[in-house]
């Protein structure tokens, strides 16, 4: 069966990187997700890496993908107490029309 | 501006009613997702549709209806058979060929009175 699987909560000070893990089971993932939550609101795509890229940088973002031990990870640069939301990974599971699989979240807090 | 506007914002139940939670979408996307949101639980699929006219259940369907008779809507009914309603709930809409390129409404979140 499918799991995605986080840590639940990363606390860090403003100006530091933040790095927020996510391990899947499925093998057959074609695109994997981050998204962020900010408190009392919907979910915002923040990133995607397609299973055949080990990185994807995007400004602050950095996404490394290990598919050997289905291992995602999301680096936020220059950390900002803007950022402090819930962070989710998602997997599509084939490359045609998908639904996702989304972890339970990871609550980053960041401190002045 | 192109989005997706839940309504209400909050919603209360009484016990043995039906409530309707609300989705609308200008996005001209073709598939449109219902999520239930607990605390610590993540976000588990209520009901999918790919095109009108036509739905799957996901996860955890038991208890909700839903309809898409427009493209733009997709309404989600929480019936009184669903006996643990008090949740956040989220819809989303996707490109369907891409349907991990999720955009959400802002949510509603429904309380039991």
């Known amino acids: 069966g499918e799991d995605v699987e986080q840590s639940l909560f990363l606390s860090v000070r403003e100006g530091d990187s933040s790095v927020i893990n996510c391990t899947y089971t499925?093998?057959?993932?074609?695109?994997l997700y981050w998204y962020k939550q900010e408190p009392g609101a919907g979910l915002q795509l923040l990133t995607y890496?397609?299973?055949?890229?080990d990185m994807k940088q995007d400004q602050r973002l950095t996404v490394l993908l290990n598919k050997k031990d289905k291992h995602l990870s999301l680096r936020i640069a220059d950390t900002q107490t803007g950022d402090s939301a819930i962070y989710f990974c998602?997997?599509?599971?084939?490359?045609?029309?998908?639904?996702?699989?989304f972890g339970k979240g990871t609550m980053l807090l960041v401190s002045p | 501006d192109g989005g997706i506007t839940q309504s209400p914002k909050y919603l209360f139940r009484k016990e043995g009613q039906n409530v309707t939670l609300s989705c609308e979408q200008n996005?001209?996307?073709?598939?449109m997702y219902w999520y239930r949101q607990d605390p610590g639980q993540g976000l588990r699929l209520i009901y999918y549709?790919?095109?009108?006219?036509?739905?799957q259940k996901g996860d955890i369907a038991e208890g909700y209806s839903v309809s898409r008779e427009k493209k733009e809507s997709f309404p989600l009914t929480v019936t009184s058979a669903q006996k643990n309603p008090t949740a956040f709930y989220l819809c989303?809409?996707?490109?369907?060929?891409?349907?991990?390129?999720?955009?959400f409404g802002a949510g509603t979140r429904l309380s039991v009175l």
């Open positions: 989303a809409s996707s490109i369907e060929s891409r349907g991990g390129d999720q955009y």
């Open positions: 499925d093998s057959s993932s074609t695109y």
């Open positions: 890496i397609f299973s055949n890229m």
């Open positions: 998602a997997e599509a599971m084939n490359s045609g029309y998908s639904t996702l699989t």
């Open positions: 996005l001209n996307h073709d598939a």
């Open positions: 549709s790919q095109i009108v006219n036509d739905f």
